[in-house]
């Protein structure tokens, strides 16, 4: 290589690495910014409008199922109907935890309760269905940004009748609606 030439090379390349670098110094702020956006988004999309609790010792025992330590609950999204062994509802919770720590807390938790695991799905959500005495549970697991999760656990009355139904077996009550559940 020529002398010249040589030296208009060294000088394109230090201004190459050094508007690399302006180049990353403007838009690593950005990324880390839209990163912690993101996280917020979902965090707050779902819940923005409602009020996030502590789950109280009374809230626990009112629940009666375990649920993992520091999850908080949405106000807005949670419907307890009765409690201690007559809980049903839907509770939605907030987790600092990931999806994966979540779904094995309940899978332990649930059975040393007396549970019993019917069913695990898994999507990009996890599904997990349980059976105790006169009683189901579905809890719906989702990922969120960050090793953090939500649960949606949901706590019913089990009869014949609901289980036929969700598995379409025909009754052969002819005053049985075809819907598998009324509102009214």
Same mark, same amino acid.
């Given at each position: 290589?020529?002398?010249?030439?040589?030296?208009?090379?060294?000088?394109?390349?230090?201004? !190459?690495? #050094? /508007?690399?670098?302006?180049? &990353?110094? %403007?838009?690593? +702020?950005?990324?880390?910014? $839209?990163?912690?956006?993101?996280?917020g988004l979902?965090?707050?999309?779902?819940?923005?409008?409602?009020?996030? !609790?502590? #789950? /109280?010792?009374?809230?626990? &025992?009112? %629940?009666?199922? +375990?649920?993992?330590?520091? $999850?908080?609950?949405?106000?807005?999204?949670?419907?307890i109907f009765?409690?201690?062994?007559?809980?049903?509802?839907?509770?939605?919770?907030?987790?600092?935890?990931?999806?994966?720590?979540?779904?094995?807390?309940?899978?332990?938790?649930?059975?040393?309760?007396?549970?019993?695991?019917?069913?695990?799905?898994?999507?990009?959500?996890?599904?997990?269905?349980?059976?105790?005495?006169?009683?189901?549970?579905?809890?719906?697991?989702?990922?969120?940004?960050?090793?953090?999760?939500?649960?949606?656990?949901?706590?019913?009355?089990?009869?014949?009748?609901?289980?036929?139904?969700?598995?379409?077996?025909?009754?052969?009550?002819?005053?049985?609606?075809?819907?598998?559940?009324?509102?009214?």
């Amino acid at each position: 290589m020529v002398q010249g030439q040589e030296s208009r090379y060294n000088k394109y390349m230090v201004f !190459k690495n #050094i /508007s690399t670098k302006l180049l &990353l110094l %403007i838009v690593m +702020p950005f990324c880390i910014t $839209s990163c912690a956006t993101i996280n917020g988004l979902m965090a707050n999309n779902e819940e923005s409008s409602s009020e996030i !609790k502590e #789950i /109280s010792l009374n809230k626990r &025992l009112q %629940i009666s199922i +375990p649920i993992p330590e520091n $999850s908080k609950y949405v106000t807005d999204k949670t419907i307890i109907f009765g409690e201690g062994s007559r809980f049903t509802g839907v509770l939605y919770l907030i987790h600092e935890i990931s999806a994966d720590e979540v779904v094995e807390f309940y899978r332990v938790n649930m059975r040393d309760a007396g549970w019993s695991e019917i069913a695990i799905v898994r999507s990009d959500f996890i599904l997990l269905n349980f059976d105790k005495e006169d009683k189901f549970a579905t809890i719906k697991v989702n990922r969120r940004v960050f090793d953090n999760s939500t649960s949606e656990v949901t706590i019913g009355p089990k009869s014949d009748t609901t289980i036929n139904r969700s598995i379409n077996i025909d009754n052969q009550e002819s005053n049985v609606s075809e819907e598998p559940f009324t509102i009214q």
